[in-house]
């Protein structure tokens, strides 16, 4: 079983930056796809980048052009890089293996995000 913890998040104002760190213990980590998913208040928690071993990456229509996902290998660590934030970019952010459209290990307690207008 792969331990996630998540830092980085934070209060923003509307067009700042953050980046979110996500620490991953285990052997295996290299091997897999990882994602970022984020939950707002209210709504499901959803997909919004992920990145594959080689480090092919896709992204959520919402965050395209804004978000960048990166991962360290040598660290077990993957990045999100935000950039242009906004309020609807609130959320509590979580990274997690992909698995087709599933997850593959127990979540983290996720690192929250606030964008203010």
């Given at each position: 079983?792969?331990?996630?913890?998540?830092?980085?998040?934070?209060?923003?104002?509307?067009?700042?930056?953050?980046?979110?760190?996500?620490?991953?213990?285990?052997?295996?980590?290299?091997?897999?796809?990882?994602?970022?998913?984020?939950?707002?208040?209210?709504?499901?928690?959803?997909?919004?980048?992920?990145?594959?071993?080689?480090?092919?990456?896709?992204?959520?229509?919402?965050?395209?052009?804004?978000?960048?996902?990166?991962?360290?290998?040598?660290?077990?660590?993957?990045?999100?890089?935000?950039?242009?934030?906004?309020?609807?970019?609130?959320?509590?952010?979580?990274?997690?293996?992909?698995?087709?459209?599933?997850?593959?290990?127990?979540?983290?307690q996720g690192t929250p995000v606030t964008v203010s207008s």
């Amino acid at each position: 079983q792969v331990q996630l913890v998540e830092s980085g998040g934070g209060l923003v104002q509307a067009g700042g930056s953050l980046r979110l760190s996500c620490a991953a213990s285990g052997n295996f980590f290299t091997i897999y796809a990882m994602g970022w998913y984020r939950q707002a208040p209210g709504k499901q928690r959803e997909l919004v980048a992920s990145i594959t071993s080689g480090g092919s990456t896709n992204y959520a229509d919402s965050v395209k052009g804004r978000f960048t996902i990166s991962r360290d290998n040598a660290k077990n660590r993957v990045y999100l890089q935000m950039n242009s934030l906004k309020p609807e970019d609130t959320a509590v952010y979580y990274c997690n293996g992909v698995r087709g459209p599933g997850t593959r290990w127990n979540w983290g307690q996720g690192t929250p995000v606030t964008v203010s207008s």
